[in-house]
């Protein structure tokens, strides 16, 4: 005796093509490292452009970064140690940074000017020992972000016996100073 289940002989048709399943999972998995990958890629980075930066006589060359062993696989690492972001009654901003890549330590400040005004700004490189590089930045009255850093040098010694200082005021540097920022700053 034959049993019937209730189903036709029939089958279903196959389907043909990814499984949507499948195709989810790796779009997901493709959004993860997406996620991922792209903090890594823009701290690896660095500046886009010297905007903002007015370059002083005694620059000279531009020191190339020496090659490290500290690598990521998307280029060389950069350590930044900041103190903390400053704001003046004028309007203007700042937080200040000694940077690490590999052999090369430098400073670099970030600042905001909603003053109206231009002012002058000078950027310190304290090093152990007593050596000091110094930058001299344009700061335009635009409200928009800019940094201005000093030339990259080789590391001497330990890296956080440096400390960097950006000085903020009015005019060429001659008019009062509205705002001090330090890499040090938030330290005890």
């Known amino acids: 005796m034959q049993r019937h289940s209730g189903e036709q002989g029939t089958s279903l048709p196959r389907r043909r093509g990814p499984d949507p399943r499948r195709v989810r999972l790796f779009a997901l998995a493709a959004v993860a490292a997406a996620t991922v990958a792209l903090p890594l890629a823009v701290a690896s980075a660095g500046p886009v452009g010297d905007e903002g930066r007015a370059a002083s006589e005694a620059d000279g060359k531009v020191p190339v970064p020496s090659r490290s062993p500290l690598v990521l696989g998307l280029g060389l690492a950069t350590a930044a140690r900041c103190g903390p972001e400053l704001f003046s009654a ?99």
């Open 90 to 188: 004028d309007g203007i901003e700042a937080q200040t940074c000694v940077m690490t890549q590999g052999q090369d330590t430098w400073a670099r400040t970030y600042y905001r000017n909603a003053t109206g005004e231009d002012l002058h700004s000078v950027l310190s490189l304290m090093q152990p020992g007593g050596r000091t590089v110094q930058m001299s930045c344009v700061v335009g009255a635009e409200d928009d972000p800019g940094a201005c850093e000093t030339p990259r040098e080789r590391t001497v010694g330990d890296v956080e016996a440096y400390t960097a200082i950006a000085e903020f005021a009015k005019g060429a540097g001659s008019g009062p100073l509205l705002l001090r920022s330090g890499s040090d700053s938030g330290r005890p």
